[in-house]
């Protein structure tokens, strides 16, 4: 019945999926590695692997911040205690501290490569203060910060990207699984990536011995969600199936300032920037639920009332509605982001993009209105469990950005540390994986390339690995023209019921509904209907391998959520309101049946499996990479 | 949604060239964006509609297609302004048509590739403008050249080792926000290629660098710390560069971030006219630089 499909074969020394801000920093990092070495080594091949264009991933819409110590009041122990009391008690603190002292060194290195950032009047660059920071440390462009570090990140790229470069773009190329030997298994070592070429319609094996996942976060599984319609969980579903367990995934950020209905994200620099949050009888409600005491109007205090930490306010509006203090609105309680008193003039000059959401979207002009809004799925703190540097325990797959979880965060992440998240485990993890590539290839592990970058066709492949992958194309192949499910059915119904019962405030019925509902979706999935037979952009059957992994990292979250029986950071249950006293990571698995099994794990160094010194670190060499002291 | 529907004509079009026009009764209310009708359609109608889109918050640049002929973000234009009149939505002009509203976006990236849109660092090939003699080094300041990298413990700090070191360059270049002010409204395209639709001189030169592309070069070359400008002189001043441009304006007009690419492309002419007066007077006084 399946069809054999021809498989194209290409060769790359390091496969990189998902071309937003961490897999562009890998990209770019291993670039100028091999910048740095012209005229020495064979010069790298980084595929660089999109499902759209590189300037069209989400990370374009991040647009308050990213944090990186600077000025003379502000120090590295600072801003690591800052995001330590952020996580409540579920960061790993070599990772916070990996990731903070490069924080300003990455952030200074998009100035240098042209980032717009925002300046003093002197001249240096300006920084504001952010939720949860007790400094003032979070860099910004106006309000699209994420805007503007994804295009010069990916202008930059373009460098590299030349007839001859190292980096080689596949846009519009939809990743769909990894090839892995022995998964989960102690010899467990990728071989490279399936792919689906959109524009020519075909499958595509990309063998290489090590890949970088950097596809993002999942939050869009939330019917609403500030998450674009791209950020569906692959690279999480992709590693959970090869073996690496997702960690922490029931810590789902809701950001406490979305528009009601569309979920459209406005940034937490508006409440940075001196814009409060009102009830509907227009007082500053955060005060009553334990954010007070309450500051001035327009002179903002860090970590108190509006700049408290988002989980705080999301849980402070759920009680706010509860109390009848909301106003009703179709899309549910709403309250109001008033701005007024900033002035038109410095809403236009640091609030830009606020303030042309709020009229094209809501129709409301925030220099006379106040804006409704409502909390919003934002932001996926756990992810694919990785050291600091984005190394899982399969040999050779990194993963970097929202899709991972290397501790940063641990159960509320603060607003601006992301975005330095993916410069920083971006560029370790591209070092790492062509530092892993290069001892592959000179036969220190076996399943090398040793002619990666060289060729196409399937030469220097095993054929076993071509088998599997062509298995794996045909199979995904052959959803197209069959089942009677209708996906947006299943998505909707996914939407509905994560909202519902998976929200701010949680409890073991509601979450028992929501995975008995999760677990009859995947059920229904396997007879999915996906109409479009045709092979060149398929967006039918795209879309629909995404809501594959989607209900996949949905149910990985759910199952972790119910067997979280606390109350910590982002994850609050009313029917258990206390914090264990020693905290516990969760971790999701599959087993041998496919099975979602949930287990816990202590925080710190027992937990620290890709470092324990069974993996990379013993192939990863002691490293080529200068400056960084790897 | 309410009862109330719209007629949405759509082009439709196979890989293989094959066209149609499709067209749908799409219920709608005042919220209703172009492309929630056209995922409306996908939901409910026709599964096999192709279209692109991602953020749904028009900065992501996906979503382009003409409306009634005029280019537009569908997730930012919103059906009931059309209740009356409908709604034919096709394929953004000056692109080849890949699959019913997704348009090729590869010859795009080229054109933005070729201007070198990124910063080019060490200086001295500022242009020389209104009489300046000698090429202005962009203002770097003086510690930004090599990385300052303190040595970080490797692996880390050793256990009890508590001492956080700063990794990485630990400096950069100073910009006023007026300095900024000169290139940031080009920093703001979102490569949506609306631009590229609205252009009749496409019709003439489909090689023409284009709006976007030069905005974009512009962008660059009217950064403070950039260097670049003589090599981006070399790909504006050519017959597709800068200078299909006849100032129609239609760019600008449809940009829908602001951005005036009129004005770059009238700077990217006079900027070559004065790069090619330049040379000419250093020809003539001796051996350049």
């Known amino acids: 019945m399946l069809p054999v499909s021809p498989l194209r074969v290409e060769h790359a020394d390091v496969v990189v999926v998902g071309g937003g801000a961490a897999g562009l920093s890998a990209a770019l990092a291993i670039a100028e590695t091999a910048a740095r070495e012209a005229g020495g080594t064979r010069a790298p091949v980084v595929a660089l692997v999109s499902k759209v264009y590189p300037m069209r991933s989400h990370t374009v819409a991040a647009e308050g911040g990213a944090a990186g110590v600077v000025g003379d009041d502000d120090s590295l122990e600072q801003h690591v205690a800052d995001t330590l009391a952020g996580g409540a008690g579920l960061c790993e603190e070599d990772a916070v501290r990996f990731v903070v002292e490069r924080a300003a060194g990455e952030l200074w290195r998009l100035e240098r490569w042209g980032l717009p950032w925002s300046r003093t009047d002197d001249g240096d660059v300006a920084v504001r203060r952010f939720g949860g920071m007790s400094r003032a440390r979070t860099w910004f462009a106006a309000d699209k910060t994420g805007f503007h570090l994804l295009h010069t990140l990916f202008q930059t790229s373009l460098r590299y990207a030349g007839d001859d470069g190292v980096v080689r773009r596949y846009d519009e190329h939809h990743v769909l699984d990894l090839v892995v030997d022995d998964p989960g298994g102690p010899d467990a070592r990728v071989r490279g990536v399936v792919v689906h070429d959109q524009h020519r319609g075909e499958p595509l094996l990309l063998a290489a011995p090590a890949v970088v996942l950097a596809t993002g976060g999942a939050a869009r599984a939330w019917g609403t969600s500030t998450n674009a319609g791209i950020v569906t969980g692959d690279g999480m579903a992709m590693a959970l199936r090869a073996g690496v367990p997702l960690r922490d995934l029931e810590f789902l950020q809701f950001h406490p300032t979305g528009l009601p209905g569309s979920g459209i994200l406005l940034t937490e620099a508006a409440r940075g920037e001196g814009g409060v949050l009102l009830d509907a009888e227009g007082r500053r409600y955060l005060a009553d639920y334990g954010l007070g005491p309450e500051t001035p109007v327009g002179e903002p205090v860090p970590r108190t009332m509006e700049l408290g930490p988002r989980d705080r306010l999301s849980q402070a509006f759920w009680h706010a509605d509860r109390d009848g203090r909301t106003i009703p609105t179709p899309d549910g309680g709403v309250v109001l982001l008033d701005l007024r008193h900033l002035g038109r003039e410095r809403i236009a000059e640091r609030l830009p993009l606020v303030a042309g959401l709020a009229k094209q979207f809501a129709g409301v002009d925030p220099a006379l209105e106040p804006v409704p809004v409502r909390p919003t799925a934002h932001y996926t703190m756990g992810g694919v469990r990785t050291d600091a540097r984005g190394a899982t325990e399969v040999g050779g797959l990194f993963a970097a950005g929202e899709c991972a979880s290397t501790g940063l965060h641990g159960a509320n992440r603060l607003g601006s540390n992301s975005l330095v998240e993916t410069l920083v485990v971006g560029r370790a993890a591209g070092e790492a994986a062509l530092a892993w590539a290069r001892g592959a290839s000179a036969g220190r592990v076996a399943g090398g390339a040793s002619g990666a970058g060289a060729g196409v066709g399937p030469g220097s492949v095993d054929a076993d690995v071509v088998d599997r992958a062509a298995d794996v194309a045909d199979r995904y192949l052959a959803m197209r023209g069959r089942g009677t499910e209708p996906p947006a059915a299943l998505r909707a119904e996914l939407g509905r019921v994560l909202d519902a019962d998976v929200g701010i405030y949680r409890d073991a019925d509601g979450l028992r509904r929501a995975l008995a509902t999760v677990e009859d979706l995947r059920a229904r999935y396997d007879d999915v209907r996906v109409a479009d037979t045709g092979a060149v952009l398929n967006t039918d059957w795209a879309t629909t391998v995404e809501l594959g992994a989607t209900l996949l990292v949905a149910h990985a979250a759910v199952a972790a959520a119910l067997a979280r029986e606390e109350s910590r950071g982002a994850h609050q249950r009313l029917d258990a309101p206390a914090a264990d006293d020693v905290p516990r990571h969760s971790l999701v698995a599959l087993d041998a049946a496919g099975r979602v099994e949930v287990t816990h794990a202590p925080v710190g160094r027992a937990d620290r499996g890709p470092d324990d010194g069974t993996r990379p670190s013993a192939a990863a060499p002691s490293s080529p990479v200068e400056g960084e002291g790897a | ?289």
């Open chain 2, 1 to 289: 949604m309410s009862e109330e529907t719209v007629r949405l004509e759509v082009a439709r079009q196979e890989p293989d060239g094959a066209s149609r026009r499709d067209v749908f009764d799409v219920p709608f209310d005042d919220r209703t964006s172009v492309l929630d009708a056209l995922q409306w359609v996908k939901d409910h109608a026709d599964p096999t509609l192709t279209f692109r889109w991602s953020c749904k918050m028009a900065v992501c640049g996906s979503c382009g297609v003409m409306v009634n002929g005029r280019p537009v973000l569908g997730c930012e234009t919103f059906v009931r302004g059309f209740r009356t009149s409908g709604l034919v939505v096709e394929p953004l002009a000056h692109a080849e048509v890949l699959r019913d509203l997704v348009v090729d976006t590869d010859t795009f990236v080229g054109k933005l590739a070729a201007v070198k849109p990124w910063l080019v660092p060490d200086g001295a090939t500022r242009l020389p403008l209104a009489g300046d003699a000698a090429g202005v080094a962009p203002d770097v300041a003086p510690d930004v050249a090599p990385d300052v990298v303190p040595v970080a413990l490797a692996g880390g700090p050793a256990p009890g080792e508590d001492v956080l070191r700063a990794v990485g360059p630990a400096s950069g270049h100073r910009q006023t926000p007026g300095e900024l002010a000169a290139f940031k409204g080009f920093a703001e395209c979102i490569d949506c290629m609306l631009c590229y639709a609205a252009c009749p001189q496409l019709d003439l030169a489909p090689d023409f660098l284009g709006p976007a592309v030069v905005a974009t070069a512009r962008r660059w070359d009217e950064d403070s710390r950039d260097g670049g400008e003589l090599a981006r002189a070399d790909v504006l001043d050519t017959e597709f560069g800068a200078w299909p441009c006849i100032q129609v304006g239609a760019c600008t007009q449809v940009c829908p971030k602001g951005v005036d690419p009129a004005r770059a492309l009238r700077d990217a002419q006079r900027v070559a006219t004065e790069t090619w007066e330049a040379r000419q007077a250093s020809t003539e006084a001796g051996p350049a630089r």
